[in-house]
Nanobody
Framework: EVHLVESGGDLVQTGGSLRISCAVDALTLSVQPTGWFRQAPGKEREVLAC?????????????SYTDSVKGRFTISRDNVNHTVNLQMNDLKPEDSAVYYC????????????????WGRGTQVTVSS
């Protein structure tokens, strides 16, 4: 069983920054794509950013972002502390949501299209 634990959600002002983290066990982090997602009330859960393996490579990672956060959010992997982090800058009220991390089922996959394991989320609220 894969466990993921998000932390760092907070109330911030428009234009502010926030860094949230997802604790992931070392084995999962080393072999499965991991990503950040969010879900606002009444909305579908959407993918924000993903760390995968470049065309299935075991040596290199790749990152991807959805258009709405590209240039503002940065995903990164910390292999020492076993976390996947999301740095969020220039936050907007529409960014308010519960933020989830997830791990894909496919070993050494290049995308977060097949998430099998989810954390329970951390709330991010951006005041206007």
């Amino acid at each position: 069983e894969v466990h993921l634990v998000e932390s760092g959600g907070d109330l911030v002002q428009t234009g502010g920054s926030l860094r949230i983290s997802c604790a992931v066990d070392a084995l999962t982090l080393s072999v499965q794509p991991t990503g950040w997602f969010r879900q606002a009330p009444g909305k579908e859960r959407e993918v924000l950013a993903c760390c995968g393996f470049n065309r299935g490579s075991v040596l290199a990672d790749s990152t991807s972002y959805t258009d709405s956060v590209k240039g503002r959010f940065t995903i990164s992997r910390d292999n020492v502390n076993h976390t996947v982090n999301l740095q969020m800058n220039d936050l907007k009220p529409e960014d308010s949501a519960v933020y989830y991390c997830g791990a894909a089922a496919r070993l050494f996959g290049d995308s977060c299209d097949e998430i099998k394991f989810w954390g329970r989320g951390t709330q991010v609220t951006v005041s206007s």
